[in-house]
């Protein structure tokens, strides 16, 4: 009871305090903070109005000019300001106000960085050109040469670790990697990722996150790792663009073009970008197999083909971002792709069994397919009162179609006899993609900071082939040849992560993540029992940094990710390349688990190197399979018995004043896998340097070398590469446009060479692909160069869409 009355009592003199207080003329007090390093804006930080003894009166946010606006009724009297902002230190000032006031303007608060950053180094002045945080290496293109007249894959090329081949793949380490830009899917893959990527310009970009082994935060898909490219975000008001246009000729013409805009004002935030490209290619191909069986001996297969393609794609996307309020923002995005392509592709086959020419015959395959890929998504963030305490939440619809078909026409002479043969494969595939995340931060002390998350997503699959021969002038199915596969995938996972800055030089990560993965694949046609999956996997992950000294920083760093395989390689369809080749997805394979450790160490924030060792079960490849009765060559995926693999990499890039740049990358990997009685392991070497000079004032130029070595490639050897580019830029008087003239392959001298030793199978085979390429692109600014890029986040269906394959 006595409780009961005090806590009355309380209740009502805190009444009558405030209904006094609210009896007082209304002041608004109004600012701007700003960063005392940079005098850039500081925004949504916390400024709050107290009475001296501490009791809160009022606080706001500031917005993201640094702007705020305090309004409460106050008496004459002293009162408290206060700033609080993550990563800055407390700001606060008292605040005396006089009879008879109702306006007042604070003057400008400046806020000092506070001693340590939640995975932020803090770098006093200029930053460097390679910063290595808890869990990522930054690659700051922003300092850059190269950054002012080069796209963005020549972008990449620089950054430590990255590997960009002629075929315009991207790896990191030597293992394929996801690409998003400010955190957000591009949803493209392999040529045409590369050409969205052209369209876009390094001026636009601030940095290039790398992260070999990505935080629990992540999807646990994928042991290759991420890059996200960050780009500037300056905090003007306005409109600005970039409009690419480049032409180019190898044996054949070549086109792109591309736009990206920006749009900022108080309430919204626009961004957009759109792109074409037309690419028409030849390629030549030479394959040797030798075949040795038990019951007919020593067979050679010898194939020489050649291929010409058109490949033409278009692209756009446009995200919305409206901000509700300084602490909510409400955005929209809408993303599609459109592709078409066509070859025609020779080939002569000669078989000779027991040196004795049995076989030969000629095939022209001539293939028309397109697919597009549509992707919606919706997020919301809030920020809190608490500095770095936000919530993010994201929704995604996806679809991804394709149909297309293939014609063979077939002559051959067998025992003497000619005859002729036609057949044509047709598809169909479409998968569509339902995800939701949900991400939270909250900082547990300034020095702390804990997130947690979680994700559902849905894939359905529905795949048909149908494939017909022509028998009597009529098109006949081949049912022994058709085939549909539907499958099915739900994935629920959540994580939680933790850092903290234990010490001046030490910081700590640790993080943990759980998957569990519900999938069935079925095909009506083979009326085979559905193949049924539910597991559920753990996948921690920790990070170790030391800042020894200025000039020394060390990281230690592990993950355990998850190997999926895409969906095309889950499908068993059969797919013929041609009369004695095939392809075929494998509805059994199991998902690999790596468990990867890697060692880094920086000098000067400047030379990077690094050491790892990863230890993969079931990792996955494809492999060669021949029937001793049809002498039909099949490549399928099987899961190898284990396999290890080791890294060293190193990025050092050196400046001769300021006309002179040259980088220099180097990686050196050694793989060790196994199935059954076959052994895959060797050396694998990826090096590129480029030197880039400034000429006079508007001129630059640019050589780079690469050479690439694989001795052990699944069960495959790729024989040394060596090639050379060449490239001339000049910017003009605007200060907006730019020339470039670039010449990929100089000496043609890029191609694959590879030989595969499996089982009873020999195979060499050589593949070149255009390779001498001449390319003039020009591009111009538009509009306020200055102004800050739309908030754009992740979508919720990355690691979904990343296993789509064209």
Do not use: C
């Not at 049924?532 to 592990?558: T, V």
Request: hydrophobic letters at 35%; zero cysteines; proline letters at 3%.
């Amino acid at each position: 009871m006595k409780t009961l009355l005090t806590l009355t009592l309380v209740t009502l003199l805190q009444l009558i305090s405030n209904l006094a207080w609210a009896q007082s003329p209304t002041v608004t007090i109004s600012g701007q903070t700003l960063n005392k390093e940079d005098k850039q804006a500081a925004g949504f930080a916390t400024v709050a109005l107290s009475s001296l003894s501490g009791q809160n009166l009022t606080s706001t946010f500031s917005d993201e000019q640094g702007k705020f606006i305090l309004a409460a009724p106050l008496a004459p009297g002293s009162y408290l300001v206060s700033v609080t902002a993550f990563t800055f230190e407390l700001w606060a000032d008292t605040l005396h106000l006089a009879a008879g006031t109702t306006t007042v303007e604070l003057p400008v608060i400046s806020l000092t960085k506070a001693a340590f950053a939640l995975k932020e180094a803090v770098v006093e002045g200029a930053k460097p050109l390679i910063e290595q945080q808890i869990d990522k290496l930054v690659f700051n293109v922003a300092q850059s040469p190269v950054a002012a007249n080069g796209n963005l894959v020549e972008v990449l090329q620089r950054a430590p670790g990255v590997q960009v081949d002629n075929s315009d793949k991207i790896t990191l380490k030597g293992k394929p990697v996801t690409v998003t830009i400010d955190g957000k899917q591009t949803h493209l893959s392999g040529e045409q990722l590369a050409n969205y990527l052209k369209s876009l310009q390094g001026a636009t970009v601030e940095k290039v996150e790398i992260m070999s082994n990505p935080s629990a935060k992540y999807d646990a898909q994928g042991a290759g790792g991420m890059l996200n490219i960050v780009t500037k975000r300056d905090k003007k008001l306005g409109f600005s663009g970039v409009l690419t246009q480049g032409v180019g000729y190898g044996q054949h013409g070549k086109a792109n073009t591309g736009f990206t805009f920006n749009y900022k004002s108080k309430k919204l935030g626009i961004f957009g970008n759109t792109g074409y490209s037309y690419d028409k290619s030849s390629n030549e191909s030479t394959i040797t197999r030798n075949f040795n069986s038990a019951e007919s001996g020593r067979s050679n297969f010898t194939q020489e083909g050649t291929g010409l393609t058109r490949a033409q794609g278009g692209n756009a996307r446009i995200a919305v971002d409206y901000y509700l309020n300084p602490t909510s923002t409400l955005g929209i995005m809408a993303s599609g792709n459109l592709n078409k392509n066509s070859s025609e592709d020779k080939s002569i086959t000669r078989i000779q069994t027991q040196e004795v020419l049995t076989d030969q015959l000629r095939q022209l395959n001539e293939s028309d397919s397109k697919w597009q890929r549509t992707t919606f998504n919706i997020n919301y963030k809030k920020r809190f009162a608490t500095p770095g305490q936000e919530l993010t939440v994201d929704g995604d619809l996806s679809r991804y179609a394709a149909d297309g078909g293939i014609q063979y026409t077939t002559r051959f002479a067998e025992t003497g006899q000619l005859n002729e043969q036609l057949a044509r494969n047709l598809t169909e595939t479409d998968i569509h993609i339902k995800s939701f995340k949900l991400d939270y931060a909250h900082p547990l002390s300034e020095k702390t900071m804990l997130e947690t998350g979680a994700k559902v997503s849905v894939v359905t699959t529905n795949n048909d082939m149908q494939f017909d021969s022509l028998r009597q002038q009529v098109w006949r199915p081949e049912s022994l040849r058709s085939n549909s596969f539907d499958y099915q995938e739900q994935i629920n996972a959540a994580y939680v992560n933790m850092s903290s800055q234990l010490s001046a030089k030490l910081g700590v990560q640790l993080g943990l993540r759980g998957e569990q993965t519900i999938s069935e694949g079925y095909s009506p046609t083979l009326k085979a029992e559905p193949v049924k999956r539910d597991y559920f996997q753990l996948f921690p992950s920790a990070f170790l940094s030391y800042q020894a000294s200025e000039k020394h920083q060390y990281g230690l760093s592990y993950s355990r990710r998850i190997g999926r395989p895409s969906y095309k390689d889950l499908n068993p369809f059969v797919y013929y390349i041609d009369r004695y080749t095939t392809d075929q997805g494998n509805p059994y394979i199991r998902p690999s688990l790596t468990n990867s450790f890697e060692f880094n160490y920086m000098f000067a924030q400047q030379y990077s190197f690094s050491i790892g060792y990863q230890e993969a079960d079931d990792n996955f490849e494809k492999v060669i399979l021949q029937d001793e009765q049809t002498r039909e060559v099949r490549q399928v995926y099987q899961n190898f018995d284990n396999a290890r693999g080791y890294t060293f990499s190193a990025s050092v890039p050196v400046s001769f004043g300021k006309y002179v740049s040259v980088y220099n990358n180097l990686g050196v990997y050694y793989i060790d896998q196994k199935l059954g009685n076959v052994v895959s392991e060797g050396f694998a070497v990826m090096a590129n340097s480029a030197a880039y000079f400034k000429i006079l004032q508007k001129y630059s130029a640019e050589v780079s070398g690469t050479y690439n070595y694989n001795g052990a490639y699944g069960v495959y050897q790729v024989k040394p590469n060596v090639y050379f580019n060449l490239g001339v830029s000049r910017e003009f008087n605007d200060k907006r446009s730019s020339l470039r003239l670039s010449v990929n392959d100089i000496f043609n001298t890029n191609q694959s060479d590879l030989t595969a030793r499996y089982g009873n199978v020999d195979l060499n085979s050589r593949y070149r692909w255009e390779g001498r390429k001449v390319k003039l692109s020009f591009s111009y600014r538009l509009g306020n160069q200055n102004v800050k890029a739309a908030n754009r986040k992740s979508t919720s269906s990355s690691e979904e869409q990343s296993r789509i394959k064209e």
